[in-house]
Nanobody, 119 residues
């Protein structure tokens, strides 16, 4: 079994910054792609950022130039640096990873961390 645990959420004023972390643990042989998603109240979950196992990255248009995803493969951890935050960034942020275990590859989700940006 694999667990993903997010941290770093909180309340911040517009224009501020937060850094989210997501640490994976358990029966991990390799982690392939890692993602950050978010879900605002009464909205669908949306992909925010992605990083491949090789370190390539991609972003939703709404966060390009403000957010940066990175990973530390030795620590099985992915980060999301969020700068110039806007009230519309308010959401629960979820970590997602494709993980190779002894039972085969599978997709795992964290429990989510709340980010609230006040105007």
């Amino acid at each position: 079994q694999v667990q993903l645990v997010e941290s770093g959420g909180g309340l911040v004023q517009a224009g501020g910054s937060l850094r989210l972390s997501c640490a994976a643990s358990g029966n991990i042989l390799k982690i392939y792609a890692m993602y950050w998603y978010r879900q605002a109240p009464e909205k669908q979950r949306e992909l925010v950022a992605h990083t491949s196992s090789a370190g390539s990255t991609s972003y939703a248009d709404s966060v390009k130039g403000r957010f940066a995803i990175s990973r530390n493969n030795a620590l099985n951890t992915v980060y999301l640096q969020m700068n110039s935050l806007k009230p519309e960034d308010t959401a629960v942020y979820y970590c997602n990873a494709v993980v190779q275990t002894s039972g085969g590859p599978n997709n795992y989700w964290g429990q989510g961390t709340q980010v609230t940006v006040s105007s």
